[in-house]
C-alpha cells in the first residue's frame, strides 16, 4: 500500500470530527463508567508543531522561511511511548485493566476496523497548519472511531472483549511569548479523550481540554525550531496531562 496516496486525501472538516461532542469540554455518565473493568485504547493521534523550511520565493527572487508541516502522518519512537504512557494511566488512574496493543493489532476484529478506517479514501480530519501529524503503526487514528458509528463500535468493543474503547488525541503547541517571531517556544500538550461504551451512540466520557505542563525548556527562538527536542519534550508535557485523568479539572 503506498501510504502517501493513502493519505494524500480529501480532507472534510465538520463537528462530527470532535467525535460528536460539538464544542462540549467535559461528559461524564459515572452510572456507566461504574461497569467499566476493561478498556482498550483503541485509536490514538498526536501533532506536534514542525520546524519552518527555507524556501524560495520566485516573486522576490529571495530566499526565506516556509512553513513546516505535513497532513501526510509520520511515525515516531517517541509517539509510540506516549501510547504506552496513555495506556498506563488509565490503568493507574481508574483502576481499570488496559488491553495490551501487540494483543489489540492482532485480534481479527480490530485488523477488520483498522483497514475499514484506515484504507482508502477516508473523511478525515487534517492538522493544523504549521503541524506534523504523527501516528502509531497498526493504530487506528483519532477520526477512526466516528468513521465506524455506533455498530462498529459496538462491535469492536465485542471483538475485543473490553467494556469500553477509547481514542486519544494530543495536540502540542508552542507555548511562550515572542515579539515579531522571535522568542522562546517551550512545548505544551493539550490532550482529549473520548471513551465508548457498547449500546450508546454518544459518549459516555469525553475530555476535550486537558492540559500538560508547559515545558521549561525552549526548542528554539524563532520559527526554525529543534523537532528532535520538540518530540522529547511533548511526550513529557503529554505524561503530565495523562497523570490527570479522572481527576477534578
Same mark, same amino acid.
Given at each position: 500500500?503506498?501510504?502517501?496516496?493513502?493519505?494524500?486525501?480529501?480532507?472534510?472538516?465538520?463537528?462530527?470530527?470532535?467525535?460528536?461532542?460539538?464544542?462540549?469540554?467535559?461528559?461524564?455518565?459515572?452510572?456507566?463508567?461504574?461497569?467499566?473493568?476493561?478498556?482498550?485504547?483503541?485509536?490514538?493521534?498526536?501533532?506536534?508543531?514542525?520546524?519552518?523550511?527555507?524556501?524560495?520565493?520566485?516573486?522576490?527572487?529571495?530566499?526565506?522561511?516556509?512553513?513546516?508541516?505535513?497532513?501526510? &502522518?509520520?511515525?515516531?519512537?517517541?509517539?509510540?511511548?506516549?501510547?504506552?504512557?496513555?495506556?498506563?494511566?488509565?490503568?493507574?488512574?481508574?483502576?481499570?485493566?488496559?488491553?495490551?496493543?501487540?494483543?489489540?493489532?492482532?485480534? &481479527?476484529?480490530?485488523?477488520?476496523?483498522?483497514?475499514?478506517?484506515?484504507?482508502?479514501?477516508?473523511?478525515?480530519?487534517?492538522?493544523?497548519?504549521?503541524?506534523?501529524?504523527?501516528?502509531?503503526?497498526?493504530?487506528?487514528?483519532?477520526?477512526?472511531?466516528?468513521?465506524?458509528?455506533?455498530?462498529?463500535?459496538?462491535?469492536?468493543?465485542?471483538?475485543?472483549?473490553?467494556?469500553?474503547?477509547?481514542?486519544?488525541?494530543?495536540?502540542?503547541?508552542?507555548?511562550?511569548?515572542?515579539?515579531?517571531?522571535?522568542?522562546?517556544?517551550?512545548?505544551?500538550?493539550?490532550?482529549?479523550?473520548?471513551?465508548?461504551?457498547?449500546?450508546?451512540?454518544?459518549?459516555?466520557?469525553?475530555?476535550?481540554?486537558?492540559?500538560?505542563?508547559?515545558?521549561?525548556?525552549?526548542?528554539?527562538?524563532?520559527?526554525?525550531?529543534?523537532?528532535?527536542?520538540?518530540?522529547?519534550?511533548?511526550?513529557?508535557?503529554?505524561?503530565?496531562?495523562?497523570?490527570?485523568?479522572?481527576?477534578?479539572?
Amino acid at each position: 500500500m503506498n501510504t502517501e496516496l493513502t493519505y494524500f486525501r480529501i480532507f472534510i472538516l465538520s463537528a462530527l470530527a470532535l467525535n460528536g461532542c460539538g464544542s462540549l469540554t467535559h461528559k461524564k455518565d459515572d452510572q456507566a463508567l461504574a461497569q467499566v473493568k476493561k478498556i482498550a485504547v483503541v485509536a490514538f493521534t498526536a501533532d506536534e508543531p514542525a520546524s519552518a523550511s527555507i524556501g524560495f520565493n520566485l516573486n522576490s527572487h529571495q530566499a526565506g522561511a516556509v512553513a513546516g508541516g505535513s497532513i501526510i &502522518p509520520q511515525h515516531s519512537d517517541s509517539v509510540k511511548q506516549m501510547l504506552v504512557e496513555l495506556q498506563n494511566a488509565f490503568a493507574r488512574n481508574m483502576s481499570w485493566s488496559v488491553l495490551a496493543e501487540d494483543a489489540m493489532i492482532k485480534n &481479527p476484529g480490530y485488523v477488520s476496523a483498522y483497514h475499514n478506517t484506515m484504507d482508502g479514501w477516508q473523511s478525515k480530519s487534517p492538522p493544523n497548519a504549521g503541524l506534523n501529524r504523527f501516528l502509531v503503526e497498526h493504530v487506528m487514528d483519532s477520526d477512526s472511531l466516528r468513521i465506524l458509528g455506533p455498530e462498529g463500535r459496538d462491535k469492536l468493543i465485542t471483538d475485543l472483549g473490553v467494556d469500553a474503547i477509547a481514542v486519544g488525541k494530543v495536540n502540542v503547541v508552542n507555548s511562550g511569548t515572542s515579539i515579531m517571531g522571535i522568542g522562546s517556544r517551550h512545548p505544551q500538550a493539550n490532550f482529549s479523550f473520548t471513551l465508548y461504551t457498547r449500546g450508546k451512540e454518544d459518549p459516555t466520557w469525553f475530555e476535550g481540554q486537558i492540559k500538560g505542563d508547559e515545558s521549561t525548556e525552549s526548542v528554539g527562538s524563532t520559527h526554525f525550531t529543534d523537532e528532535e527536542a520538540t518530540a522529547r519534550l511533548s511526550l513529557e508535557s503529554a505524561k503530565t496531562a495523562f497523570a490527570k485523568i479522572g481527576a477534578a479539572l
